[in-house]
């Protein structure tokens, strides 16, 4: 008799909600920050002001009325929807969140709120948006939206201008129900399958702003959002921002988005860029603790993704190349500290497969996993599958390991084990 079949009960696949499977299996993601802010790379009269470049408006105080010009230089000609997914794909990322709207109030796509956006206001006249969600669909990326809900530095009803003295004010009612809920509704309907909607900076809203703005997830099934609507409004998963968690919460998704330099929108001379070991590393950091990355990238006024970011994307894409099995699909290590590096694992019926991403590589040969007490399958090396031999005292368990490290930043040794995985604590 199978005993396991008796023990856990049916689950039964009806009541199981699976509109998370495809984002836990992908772990990997492409955050774009773009909007007007990106033509004066953070600077404001010829200064540089502190901090992310996309808050140059608050931070410079800069009025509506002239910032709006910002839009009339607004001219990326050198912007292709198709490279900037292939970019994101050849990197080895499978989805892609961009900012449909950010603080600055100014909208990236064709706004059925009216003209400020970068379809009427511009000299571009493209509906950005539109083109990222038909490239994304084309090259099979799932494609979502960062909105912020909540502040918007141009409407006066907006949260967060408190330096603009010619504004008259007016409720924030009046700017959910005239900007917040048509544009959001635009975009869940015009735009094709939308499979993230990204909340930025919640602010206190009446209760009906918050459902009717939460009742609009609805208009596209499946749709995954984040915590960060308000906080009776948890979403699908936690965000963490700019840093990784010492440990991932477990009983719920969660993801970290950072950016790949210093700032989110485009920064002249930002030379912050994270090296590529860091990126690679920062994925398995994540994927060991069970959330996923989502990796932001800030292009040019002109369009142009920068050859700094570019290369950190086509490095991590090498990886990605060899080593992607053993961060798509894996859950969270069974192991909370690893002295060499980080793990993944996958669980099948039979067995489980551990991925032990291997940062230090060790010198006398012998690779010590600490109390695992299964019994090892086999274990190989995941760049050239070749066979490593195993050994099991007291210790734990030992595997024979090549001189040489085949990758210098991680390279993964696959071990399958039978059963479950039984870690005997060492401390
Ligand atoms: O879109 C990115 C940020 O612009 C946005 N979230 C990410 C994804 C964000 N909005 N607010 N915050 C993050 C936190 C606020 C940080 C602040 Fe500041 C510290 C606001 C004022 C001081 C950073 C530093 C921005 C201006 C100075």
Same mark, same amino acid.
């Given at each position: 008799? !199978?005993? =396991?079949?008796?023990? *856990?009960?049916? $689950?039964?696949?009806?009541?199981? !909600? ?29 200064? @540089? ?13 800069? $009025? ?39 603080? !600055? ?21 493209? @509906? ?19 909105? =912020? ?19 008259? #004010?007016? *409720? ?12 959001? #509704? ?8 939308? *499979? ?20 609009? =997830? ?12 308000? %906080? @009776? ?9 700019? &840093? ?22 485009? #920064? ?8 590529? %070991? ?28 920068? $050859? ?17 099995? =053993? ?22 019926? #039979? ?5 032990? &991403? ?11 996993? $600490? ?12 760049? @050239?599958?070749?066979?490593? %031999? ?20 991680? *390279? ?16």
């Amino acid at each position: 008799a !199978d005993e =396991s079949a008796k023990a *856990s009960p049916q $689950p039964n696949p009806a009541q199981e !909600d699976h509109h998370m499977d495809w984002w836990h299996e992908a772990k990997f993601g492409m955050f774009i920050h773009w909007g007007i802010y990106s033509v004066v790379g953070g600077q404001y009269k010829g200064q @540089d002001l502190p901090n992310s470049a996309e808050w140059m408006m608050c931070r410079g105080k800069v $009025p509506i009325a002239e910032y709006s010009k910002y839009a009339e230089q607004f001219n990326p000609t050198k912007f292709d929807a198709d490279n900037f997914v292939k970019m994101a794909k050849d990197a080895g990322m499978k989805y892609m969140v961009i900012t449909a709207k950010h603080h !600055d109030g100014f909208s990236m796509f064709d706004s059925v709120w009216g003209e400020y956006d970068v379809f009427d206001a511009t000299p571009f006249n493209r @509906d950005i948006m539109k083109e990222l969600s038909r490239a994304c669909n084309e090259q099979g990326l799932r494609f979502g939206f960062y909105y =912020s809900q909540a502040q918007d530095w141009h409407h006066p009803g907006g949260f967060g201008n408190n330096w603009d003295k010619s504004m008259k #004010k007016v *409720s924030s009612d009046v700017y959910v129900n005239e900007k917040v809920i048509p544009e959001v #509704k635009q975009l869940l309907t015009e735009y094709g399958p939308i *499979s993230i909607l990204w909340w930025d900076t919640p602010r206190d809203m009446s209760p009906e702003a918050f459902e009717n703005i939460y009742s609009l =997830s609805s208009l596209q099934p499946g749709i995954i959002t984040n915590d960060r609507l308000g %906080k @009776d409004y948890p979403g699908d998963h936690k965000t963490f921002e700019r &840093h990784i968690p010492d440990r991932g919460p477990v009983d719920q998704a969660w993801e970290v988005c950072m950016p790949i330099s210093g700032s989110w929108g485009y #920064k002249k001379g930002d030379n912050a860029f994270k090296s590529t %070991k860091e990126l690679i590393r920062n994925l398995a950091d994540i994927a060991h603790k069970g959330g996923n990355y989502l990796l932001n990238v800030s292009p040019t006024g002109e369009g142009v993704i920068l $050859p700094q970011a570019q290369e950190r994307l086509k490095e991590i894409g090498e990886w990605m190349r060899t080593y992607s099995d =053993s961060i798509y699909g894996t859950t969270a290590s069974p192991f909370k500290k690893l002295d060499f590096g980080r793990c993944t694992k996958k669980e099948f019926a #039979k067995g489980t497969t551990l991925y032990f &991403h291997v940062f230090d590589w060790p010198s006398d040969g012998k690779l010590v996993i $600490p109390g695992l007490k299964n019994e090892i399958k086999q274990a190989y090396l995941m760049s @050239d599958w070749k066979q490593l %031999k195993v050994t099991q005292d007291d210790s734990g368990t030992i595997i024979s390991v090549p001189e040489k490290a085949p990758n210098a930043i991680n *390279s993964v040794i696959t071990v399958e084990v039978g059963g479950q995985i039984e870690i005997e604590d060492t401390g």
